[in-house]
């Protein structure tokens, strides 16, 4: 990653992202913009359809562009090769989704250290770093109940150290108190402050005017473009 903090850490120039082809095509993304600097939080908004989802998959490397430019840290990665990209997104970005995309019938702190599975750390290291990250989101009470066992706001935070496990560079979640009451809601939102301001940059979707309000920047899509 880029050390510079002038260089943002992720900048979308006129990106496109067209599914399918002829009079069937849907442009997901029909020319948007963006620049996110490091310590920033940005909320996407928009009705369901409006290409929410998929710029956030462009974001985060899980989907590529049909036109345009998406630069990491300064870097374009049409430049990349395949295990770059691989490499730049496993190190870049943590993922916060509304359904959580935990493991069940594992630990929280089991669910936690799947994020390191490929990476070498000293077992000491390792754990340290997972008391750190339960203690942050507050679960160290709970880091040996299975998953299941969670409430919906316990789920979300486990999920949260989880995406930060590698200390990535920024944080990319899809409607993530979308399943929360308000008070779990306002628990991850709390915690989404620390992590910026420890200079994570945020992308969040979300339908809720009250929670995009709390970002630094908001973006509101419409049919793949954004609103001015
Ligand atoms: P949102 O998250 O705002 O609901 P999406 O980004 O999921 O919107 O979808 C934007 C548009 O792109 C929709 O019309 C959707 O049907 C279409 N779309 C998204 N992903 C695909 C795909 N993999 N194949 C075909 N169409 C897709
Ligand atoms: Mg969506």
Do not use: C, W
Request: no cysteine.
């Amino acid at each position: 990653m880029s050390a510079d903090p002038t260089t943002p850490v992720l900048e979308l120039r006129d990106a496109r992202r067209t599914f399918g082809s002829g009079p069937a095509a849907v442009h997901a993304l029909g020319g948007v913009s963006l620049t996110l600097h490091a310590g920033r939080s940005l909320a996407v908004t928009g009705r369901s359809g409006s290409g929410k989802s998929t710029l956030l998959n462009v974001l985060g490397l899980l989907e590529t562009l049909t036109d345009g430019q998406y630069l990491v840290a300064g870097q374009d990665v049409r430049t990349l090769g395949t295990a770059a990209v691989d490499a730049l997104r496993a190190h870049t970005f943590g993922f916060v989704f509304q359904s959580f995309h935990l493991v069940p019938y594992l630990t929280v702190a089991e669910n936690v250290e799947l994020g390191l599975t490929y990476q070498r750390h000293g077992s000491r290291a390792r754990r340290a770093h997972i008391a750190e990250l339960l203690e942050r989101v507050g679960l160290t009470h709970r880091r040996s109940s299975t998953v299941a066992t969670l409430s919906g706001g316990e789920k979300q935070r486990a999920a949260v150290a989880r995406a930060l496990v590698r200390r990535p560079a920024v944080l990319l979640a899809d409607e993530p108190t979308g399943n929360l009451d308000d008070a779990s809601a306002a628990a991850v939102l709390d915690l989404f402050d620390g992590v910026t301001a420890d200079g994570v940059a945020l992308v969040m979707v979300t339908h809720d005017l009250q929670t995009a309000a709390r970002a630094d920047e908001r973006l509101t899509m419409r049919d793949g473009r954004a609103l001015a």
